[in-house]
C-alpha cells in the first residue's frame, strides 16, 4: 500500500514521519550514499527510452556515483534522502546554480535537482514533499529563485512540477550531456506561501 502524503518538518536533521503501514524518515544525505543515489537516477531513467532518441543510453552509474560523492562533499550541496524500511525510495538536491552544470551569474539562483521517487511511491504525496523540503531549503539559505532542468518528453515530471508553479522559462533544446531534448524551468521563491 502507498504511504501517506507527509511533511518534512525539520531542516537539516532525521525527521520520521508517521505514515501507515510504512513510516517514511528523511535526513541529508552523505557521500557514502552516492551508490544509491546514483542506482536510483539510473533506474528512475528507465522510462526515458519511450521518448529519447533511439541511440540514447542511460548515463553510467559508476560516472554518476562519482560526481555524486564530489557533490555531497560540498557544504554548499544539500541532498535529501527519504527511506521506508532502510531503503531509499526519494531524493532531491539542491545547490547554487553558479556551481552547477550549466553555471549562470546569478547568485540568488538555487538549482534543483534529481528530484527522484521510487516507481512505487509515485502518486503517494512524496514527491511534493520532497519538493516543499527543497524548496524550503533553499529559501533558508537565502535563494531568490530555483531553476531546474528537465527532459521536454518526460510528460509526468513536467506535470509535477508544472502543478507545483514552476513555468517554463525556456525553448526545449538539444543538451548533448544527458542526450536528450531538455527544457528549464523557473519557480519563484519569494512572495508566494510556502
Ligand atoms: C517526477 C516524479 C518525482 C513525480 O513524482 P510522482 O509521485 O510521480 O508525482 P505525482 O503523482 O504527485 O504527480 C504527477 C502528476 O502528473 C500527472 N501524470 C501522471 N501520469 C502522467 C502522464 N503520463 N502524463 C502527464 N501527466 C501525468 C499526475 O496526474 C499528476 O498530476 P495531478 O496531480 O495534477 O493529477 C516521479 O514521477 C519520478 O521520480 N519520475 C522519474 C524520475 C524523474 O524523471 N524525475 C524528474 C527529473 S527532472
Redesign the pocket.
Known amino acids: 500500500m502507498s504511504p501517506a502524503p507527509s511533511k518534512v518538518t525539520e531542516r537539516g536533521t532525521v525527521c520520521d514521519v508517521i505514515a501507515s503501514p510504512e513510516p517514511l524518515s528523511f535526513r541529508p544525505a552523505t557521500v557514502s550514499d552516492a551508490d544509491a543515489l546514483a542506482q536510483a537516477l539510473v533506474d528512475?531513467?528507465e522510462?526515458y527510452r519511450s521518448f529519447a532518441p533511439p541511440e540514447w543510453t542511460p548515463p553510467s552509474r559508476v560516472r554518476v556515483a562519482e560526481h555524486l560523492r564530489g557533490q555531497l562533499g560540498d557544504d554548499e550541496v544539500w541532498c535529501l534522502v527519504a527511506e521506508a524500511e532502510g531503503q531509499l525510495v526519494?531524493h532531491v538536491i539542491v545547490s547554487p546554480a553558479a556551481r552547477s552544470a550549466r553555471p549562470v551569474d546569478e547568485p540568488a539562483l538555487a538549482h534543483m535537482g534529481?528530484?527522484?521517487?521510487r516507481r512505487d511511491?509515485?502518486?503517494?504525496?512524496?514527491?511534493?514533499t520532497l519538493h516543499e523540503a527543497a524548496t524550503g531549503e533553499a529559501r533558508a539559505r537565502g535563494f531568490d529563485e530555483m531553476r531546474?532542468?528537465?527532459?521536454a518528453g518526460?510528460?509526468?515530471?513536467?506535470?509535477?512540477y508544472e502543478?507545483e508553479g514552476w513555468m517554463q522559462a525556456s525553448e526545449e533544446f538539444d543538451d548533448p550531456g544527458p542526450g536528450l531534448v531538455m527544457v528549464e524551468y523557473r519557480y519563484a521563491l519569494r512572495g508566494r506561501t510556502p
Open positions: 528512475g531513467v522510462d526519494g534529481n528530484l527522484f521517487v511511491f509515485w502518486g503517494s504525496g512524496l514527491a511534493k531546474l532542468f528537465v527532459a518526460q510528460a509526468r515530471a513536467r506535470r509535477f502543478r
